[in-house]
């Protein structure tokens, strides 16, 4: 499976930033491994070990003037511990196991750890002088800076932040090669894209610089291409009717004029195939809902001369009260060139007859339209050229009619309006066109 550019662009950001995140949270930990529990351990022991040693190395005199200076520099209690005293633990209890843990092989067996003693909160450590018992009470700021958020924590949302982040940046990056890529589909199809952003970073600048210049320049040639062969079918088909005149005027044998008239309208064919096929584009759509049994019905009407000459067998199979939005003409401009090259090319080796089916059904919001002869076929191998400009395959075919335009101009259309053609064996032979088209836009 093919990876899109934004998601390989997202996936080597993420395992990059990824990469990253995870040597800091080693670092960090390499740097600093002991727990918050045990650096409030050290904290507190150091604390508590100095007023100690104060307090006993100090006049009895004095003492209450320590203790005041404590109370006010250091924000540090020393009170009397009572059998009677509410104690409260401290913290959730893993965490306030562990720090009396801590505490206890630091400072003895017999050390407690409160959160709250009598109703004050605090940090209250419990110490002995001589025989006598105390609480060493600090301020929970002092010690609730070492229970910041866990580092794994802040990992996660470091590495959430860096995937937004990264997303953001993909799309930065790879929205104009999208761009791009929707343009050129556009163009592909026969449109006329937007010209795209120049005054982006200097290499998409220039990317794009050249594909406007290009699109234009395609655009410019399209529509001399048009005009010239306007131009052409107009000279053409001056001195054309001007042979029909002359050739009724004439006095000519029946057999003769009906042959020149025929190579008249043949030639007048070919002009407007070739006039169709250079329109491209520039045809201006009208979309409107189309009845699509009715206007099967219709447009096969024109043929029914030659159904009543029993030279042509025409069956329709359309799903009763499908209608589409589409351009009329345009439409029957691809099923009139699909049944025109089945009744030319499709006829019954055996007997001569003209046999063609002609299906049409909605599927996945695509209109499917299959077209059915019973004629030689087309080898697997030339299936894919005869959907070119100006191919032929008069040995498969067996007559030498037509420009060879009539399935191009019907690819054409098609992708215009983001579909396709594919040509494939019938069941029991015969030629099957599969036309996929989507709706006009």
């Not at 005199?61 to 020393?78: K, Q, W, Y």
């Not at 309208?265 to 409107?288: C, K, L, M, N, T």
């Amino acid at each position: 499976m093919r990876i899109s550019l934004f998601w390989r662009t997202f996936l080597l950001l993420a395992a990059l930033l990824g990469a990253t995140l995870l040597a800091v949270f080693g670092l960090a930990r390499a740097l600093d491994p002991a727990p918050p529990e045990q650096r409030v351990a050290w904290e507190v022991a150091s604390v508590l070990n100095l007023t100690r040693a104060a307090l006993i190395s100090s006049q009895p005199a004095r003492r209450a003037e320590l203790l005041g200076e404590l109370a006010r520099d250091e924000g540090l209690r020393v009170l009397p511990l009572e059998a009677s005293d509410r104690v409260e633990p401290y913290l959730p209890a893993p965490r306030a196991a562990a720090l009396r843990g801590y505490l206890r092989a630091l400072l003895g067996p017999d050390t407690d750890v409160a959160g709250k003693v009598n109703g004050e909160d605090g940090l209250w450590v419990s110490f002995a002088i001589d025989d006598a018992h105390f609480w060493l009470l600090m301020q929970q700021r002092r010690v609730e800076r070492h229970f910041g958020p866990d580092l794994r924590l802040i990992i996660a949302i470091a590495a959430a932040l860096s995937l937004v982040g990264a997303i953001v940046f993909s799309r930065l990056v790879n929205r104009p090669l999208a761009l791009l890529s929707g343009a050129i589909d556009q163009l592909s199809q026969g449109g006329r894209p937007s010209p795209l952003r120049e005054d982006l970073v200097s290499e998409i600048s220039a990317v794009n610089r050249r594909f406007n210049r290009m699109a234009r320049d395609l655009v410019e040639l399209e529509s001399d291409r048009a005009v010239a062969l306007a131009g052409i079918s107009h000279d053409i088909r001056g001195p054309l009717a001007r042979l029909r005149l002359e050739i009724e005027l004439a006095r000519l044998a029946e057999s003769v004029a009906e042959e020149m008239n025929s190579d008249i309208e043949r030639i007048d064919q070919i002009v407007g195939q070739f006039v169709d096929y250079a329109r491209g584009s520039e045809v201006e759509e009208h979309p409107e809902s189309i009845d699509l049994p009715a206007f099967s019905a219709a447009l096969s009407s024109a043929h029914q001369a030659e159904i009543d000459a029993g030279t042509l067998e025409l069956t329709l199979d359309i799903t009763p009260g499908l209608r589409w939005e589409a351009d009329p003409l345009e439409l029957q401009r691809i099923i009139a060139n699909l049944l025109d090259n089945a009744r030319r090319y499709g006829r019954d080796p055996s007997s001569g007859l003209s046999r063609i089916g002609i299906r049409v059904r909605s599927e996945d919001s695509n209109l499917l339209v299959e077209v059915r002869d019973h004629g030689k076929g087309v080898p697997a191998e030339s299936r894919e050229h005869m959907l070119r400009p100006f191919a032929r395959l008069d040995p498969a075919r067996g007559e030498h009619e037509g420009s060879g335009l009539g399935l191009a101009i019907v690819a054409r259309i098609a992708r215009r309006h983001g579909g396709d053609v594919s040509l494939h064996e019938g069941p029991g032979g015969g030629l099957l066109v599969r036309l996929r088209l989507g709706r006009s836009s």
